[in-house]
């Protein structure tokens, strides 16, 4: 992971931003291609974020669209995760908020996450 400094160096807002959001450490990953914005949740299910072709740009605000993919990891190293939802819009939080509304309508997310009121949408 050579790039993972200068890249949690760029997005050190966007990093901050979902830690405040999940109320969870966020890190920079390789992965494969590039890298990509990483939070773990419990139960083998995780965040990726990303701003271009299926990575980060070199630069934050030089991407249109931000995705925001939530997974759940796979038992066996010969299958891969399996893409729960996904979701982009032009802002990171937003992007976030669509993923979580989604998941949340869906069903298809442990309830333990959800439980502590951070990604439920406001009740009025």
Known sequence: MPLAHAFTN????ELMML???THRPASIVNIG??????IDFEYQHYLLAVNAEGVLADQPDAAALWRVALFKESDSAES???????AESSWLVDAFDLA??????TGQWPSADLAFGSFNPAVT
């Open 10 to 13: 760029r997005y050190a807002d």
């Open 19 to 21: 830690a405040a959001a």
């Open 33 to 38: 291609c590039g890298y990509a914005i990483r």
């Open 80 to 86: 891969p995760d399996q893409l729960i939802v996904t």
């Open 100 to 105: 979580f509304a989604e998941v949340t309508a």
